[in-house]
């Protein structure tokens, strides 16, 4: 990878905006920027989570920033390996700050730590014909985060599983070498070893849990197998394999 395609080599570092993806998006339609190209900020308005849900952040206590690349090499089937490599990059670095805890990627792509979430990732994408144009990776992880509003259910920052303050430029910029480096593999089409390290890492794979369909409310128990190569979950339920994609299923829990 030369040093012009190098993630982070352009960064556009922003005091306050609406969002990072949308800055990214508007960046997109307006211009050409480069491959790897970063757009953080200390604070967002309306910083997103999936299904439209609000991503909480006080002034400058937490990583919001947004990547843009053109991995136009994937085809639109396998354009969840960017997912999995997104997301095992945020939590292969914080599992280095906080050692003595489980950190794992709660699928599709929220990091937990233990039970509790500290980052989340929103990818949109832009395809053209059969292949990915360019894509915008909005990620949010909760660093110094104090208190959390209480209609947020399960969340966590670095702050408050180490008791310390944590230098946000510092992950940041671990962050954008975890994710070259995982980009590098995805380039070279080592799209097996991204599978299985992010497998190795899913939450509750292999314990017994319990989930809700969400169309009809229905709650199961199964057990977490691991993902096609479309990115659908796979769960083993009476003794039957079924597959799940974004949004249709709640978790709720390990059996207890």
């Given at each position: 990878m030369n040093e012009s395609?190098?993630?982070?080599?352009?960064?556009?570092?922003?005091d306050?905006?609406?969002s990072t993806n949308n800055y990214a998006e508007q960046l997109c339609t307006n211009s050409n920027p480069n491959h790897g190209t970063v757009i953080t900020t200390r604070f967002q308005g309306a910083g997103r989570g999936q299904i439209g849900r609000k991503w909480h952040s006080t002034y400058d206590k937490n990583v919001l920033m947004s990547i843009i690349v053109r991995p136009s090499f994937l085809d639109i089937s396998q354009q969840f390996f960017l997912s999995m490599t997104i997301a095992l990059?945020?939590?292969d670095v914080i599992q280095d700050a906080v050692t003595t805890k489980k950190v794992t990627i709660k699928w599709p792509n929220d990091?937990?730590?233990d039970d509790k979430k500290v980052a989340g990732i929103l990818i949109?994408?832009?395809i053209m014909k059969k292949s990915l144009k360019h894509c915008i990776i909005g990620i949010g992880v909760n660093i110094n985060e104090a208190t959390f509003p209480l209609d947020i259910p399960n969340p966590t920052s670095l702050f408050l599983e180490l008791g310390v303050e944590v230098n946000l430029a510092m992950v940041k910029d671990a962050i954008l070498r975890s994710f070259n480096g995982g980009y590098s593999m995805l380039v070279a089409n080592k799209c097996t070893m991204l599978k299985d390290a992010y497998e190795s890492h899913l939450y509750l794979k292999g314990q017994v849990a319990d989930f809700v369909r969400l169309k009809n409310e229905e709650p199961f128990t199964g057990i977490i197998l691991g993902?096609?190569?479309e990115g659908m979950l796979r769960?083993?339920?009476d003794e039957v394999e079924q597959q799940f994609v974004v949004n249709e299923i709640k978790?709720?829990?390990i059996r207890s």
């Open positions: 395609n190098v993630i982070g080599n352009t960064i556009i570092n922003l306050s905006i609406e990059a945020i939590r990091i937990y730590i949109q994408s832009s993902v096609s190569q769960i083993l339920i978790y709720l829990g």
